[in-house]
C-alpha cells in the first residue's frame, strides 16, 4: 500500500544546503535547456543495464523519468533515473554497489519519503550527468513521478505546455538549479491533476 502523500514545497537556501550531503553547488545563472536528444534512451538503457548487474542482490526497479525521457520535450542535458528498492533510507543496501559505477550520494532527505539521489559527472557527450532518485517501493512520489511522464508521451498539449514552461523559466537567473524545479511546481501540478482526472474517469469506466 502506498504511503500518505507529502506535499513538496518550494525549498529555501537553508533546505536546501540541508539535504545535500555536501555544500550545494550554487548555478547563480540561466539554465541549459536543450531540443530532445535522440541519444538520451541509449544513455539510460546503458546505466541501466549496470545497475541492474550491479544491484541483483535486492529487489529493484528502474525507470527514466523526468524530460529527457519524453521525445519532444525540451531538457537539461541531464538524464533523471528512478530507482525503487524496498527501503530507500538503508543506504548501505545499495549505495555502495552503485558508487562502484561512478555514483556519489549527494541528497538525504529523510523528512520527505527518505529520498535520496546519486550523481554520476562526466556521463556521455550527450548528457552532462545523471542524477539517479532513490525511492522506497510503494511510495507515492515514485507514482507520481512515472503518472507525470507517461502524460506527457501520450498528450502533446501538455507536453508543449510544460516545455513552452521550463523555455521561458530557464531564461531567468537562479541561485540552485533546485529554485527553477520549484517555479515549475504550479504547471506540474497542473498537468498531474489532469492525469489523475483522466486514470479516474478510464477506471470507473
Not at 500500500?1 to 547563480?28: C, F, G
Not at 521525445?71 to 549505495?95: G, N, Q, R
Amino acid at each position: 500500500m502506498s504511503e500518505q502523500q507529502i506535499p513538496r514545497t518550494s525549498m529555501s537556501a537553508e533546505e536546501i544546503e540541508t539535504a545535500h550531503v555536501a555544500a550545494p553547488p550554487k548555478l547563480n545563472g540561466q539554465i541549459t535547456v536543450r531540443d530532445h536528444d535522440p541519444r538520451w534512451p541509449l544513455v539510460f538503457e546503458r546505466e541501466s543495464a549496470l545497475m541492474h548487474e550491479r544491484l541483483g542482490h535486492i529487489e529493484h526497479r528502474i525507470e527514466h523519468v523526468g524530460s529527457t525521457s519524453v521525445p519532444e520535450l525540451p531538457a537539461k542535458p541531464v538524464i533523471d533515473i528512478l530507482l525503487t528498492v524496498p527501503d530507500s533510507a538503508a543506504d548501505a543496501t545499495y549505495v555502495p554497489a552503485l558508487e562502484e559505477l561512478g555514483y556519489e550520494l549527494v541528497i538525504r532527505e529523510p523528512d520527505w519519503y527518505e529520498h535520496r539521489v546519486l550523481r554520476k559527472y562526466d556521463l556521455d557527450p550527450s548528457a552532462e550527468t545523471a542524477n539517479l532518485h532513490v525511492l522506497s517501493v510503494g511510495c507515492p512520489e515514485a507514482d507520481r513521478m512515472l503518472l507525470f511522464r507517461d502524460r506527457l508521451r501520450d498528450h502533446s498539449g501538455d507536453r508543449k505546455l510544460y516545455g513552452d514552461t521550463k523555455r521561458v523559466l530557464a531564461q531567468q537567473t537562479w541561485e540552485y538549479v533546485q529554485n527553477y524545479a520549484d517555479a515549475k511546481s504550479e504547471v506540474v501540478a497542473d498537468i498531474l491533476e489532469r492525469a489523475m482526472t483522466e486514470k479516474a474517469t478510464d477506471a470507473a469506466t
